[in-house]
């Protein structure tokens, strides 16, 4: 500010002096979070040109707590999409230094910036808003984390960006894990970066063992651009209107690209051990006739993150008694109607979320398309297959799980037979309470038909199978 105090965040405090010297003007007046414009040089030999972004396309979640509203006085911000532009490609000895990428954020990381004390350091200023006695025997500073943690999650959610929870990124990560140790047999990784900040010992990643190596190609964190540049004159910056301010400036390298990056070596390479894997390969596609008079069961998943996977698996293990060794976990994204037997007899159990705007999972976009595209006459193998759906998604969204219920709609379309209405979770509640209701009553109507007709179960293809 104008008494030289860091309004902003510390962390950034080098790069807005190197760009303030040089002829930028920071907005009026100055807030805690003002955006800083973004820098490109082309090239070695050519100026350095400033673009600022747009306030329209820049967009800052209030943060604000129902829970806990003292906290709305402090005025809060954060940005809505993490940006990350300090990073490399690193190709057969070939950097990419210009290889910015964006995903969403995780509610932790959103708290260590506004709480750390290189950053923010805002927990002195929750805490006497909140009233917390500030000594260690209190816990003041893990409660201001807690608070904070709910309010970021609260506030994009009411906003409808996306987010994550620290809970569920450690169980996406664990996902992960298992199968890249299944599928190469290694996966390294940087425990210090992967357990989150809150939490520790209460997420599974906390209890993972890991090697922290580094294999290539690999996108990594490069040196800041103050450090590697020598600032000589001016600089080229565009305003946001249409007028253009041209002064240049001509960037020297205080040091080689190379020594800069020496501090960034490559640990070495370690054998990975063998370890025991959580669950197997995911299942190729296998629809192989059923015998006569047989039903198969099939648990199909749609997933972005590999929580739909881990529903699968579970209600694999629950709905087995009911048909032992003809019962299949396959991913629906590889799945294939056309290869079902039509004189097979299939109870038909998918499990997905939803992502985007209503849309399915990526890796699902096909077979949804397909699925949504085939006409009641192309395939005749429908009028035997048994279905239920059960959804997983996000009520602040007005999509909420919107993939489950097209699946559903489609298959009713096609003239399945349809079980139970889609069992909808929303995380927001929790998805386990619902899910364990879908299997329970799954389970509930497949025992009644079999215990009122031990040896016939009906479709509309046929007038019974055998469930013996």
């Given at each position: 500010?104008?008494?030289g105090?860091?309004?902003g ?12 010297e ?28 400033l673009?600022?972004?747009?306030e ?84 003041w ?43 190469r ?41 103050q ?29 080689s ?17 063998d ?14 006739a ?28 629950l ?42 999972p ?75 209701k ?8 497949i025992e ?9 179960i ?5 007038a ?5």
């Open positions: 500010d104008d008494k105090n860091i309004l965040d510390p962390s950034q405090v080098a790069f807005t002096k190197c760009l303030i040089k002829g930028w003007e920071p907005p009026s007046p100055k807030t805690p979070f003002d955006t800083l414009p973004v820098a490109i040089q082309a090239s070695e030999d050519e100026v350095v040109e673009f600022s972004i747009p329209e396309i820049c967009h800052l979640v209030d943060i604000k707590s129902s829970q806990c509203p003292q906290i709305d006085k402090l005025g809060l911000k954060w940005f809505a999409i993490p940006l990350i532009t300090n990073f490399l490609v690193d190709v057969g000895g070939v950097y990419y230094p210009c290889c910015p990428f964006n995903g969403w954020f995780m509610e932790s990381e959103i708290v260590r910036d506004l709480i750390d004390t290189q950053r923010y350091n805002l927990s002195s200023q929750i805490a006497n808003i909140v009233g917390l006695k500030q000594i260690n025997v209190s816990l500073k893990d409660e201001c984390q807690l608070i904070i943690a709910k309010a970021v999650l609260e506030s994009f959610q009411r906003n409808n960006y996306s987010i994550v929870d620290h809970h569920s990124a450690s169980d996406g990560f664990i996902r992960f894990y298992h199968k890249e140790m299944n599928t047999g290694y996966c390294p990784g940087d425990w210090g970066w992967i357990v989150p900040p809150i939490g520790g010992s209460t997420t599974k990643v906390f209890h993972q063992e890991m090697l922290n190596y580094q294999l290539k190609p690999m996108y990594r964190l490069q040196p800041a651009p450090n590697i540049y020598k600032f000589k004159n001016k600089m080229k910056i565009h305003s946001s209107g249409p007028s253009l301010m041209s002064t240049e400036v001509t960037l020297k390298r205080e040091e690209i190379e020594e800069a990056r020496s501090t960034y070596e490559e640990q070495p390479q370690e054998t990975t051990e370890f025991n894997l959580k669950k197997g390969k995911t299942n190729k596609v296998n629809t192989a059923t015998g006569q008079g047989e039903i198969k069961c099939l648990i199909l998943f749609l997933t972005e993150t590999g929580k739909s996977e881990d529903f699968a698996y579970e209600a694999a293990g709905l087995q008694k009911f048909y032992k060794d003809r019962l299949e976990v396959l991913n629906m994204a590889e799945f294939d109607f056309s290869a079902l037997n039509a004189h097979g007899f299939y109870d038909l159990f998918i499990i997905t979320s939803t992502f985007g705007s209503g849309e399915s990526s890796s699902g976009k096909k077979i949804c398309q397909t699925l949504k595209d085939l006409q009641l006459d192309e395939l005749k193998v429908f009028g035997n297959i048994r279905f239920s759906v059960f959804g997983l998604g996000n009520s602040n969204y007005e999509t909420f799980n919107q993939c489950a219920k097209n699946i559903d709609i489609n298959l009713k379309r096609l003239e399945a037979i349809q079980l139970l209405e889609p069992f909808l979770a929303d995380e927001c509640e929790g998805e386990a309470p619902i899910f364990s879908w299997i329970n009553d799954l389970s509930r109507k009644v038909e079999i215990n009122s007709s031990p040896t016939a009906s479709y509309k293809g046929n019974s199978v055998n469930t013996m």
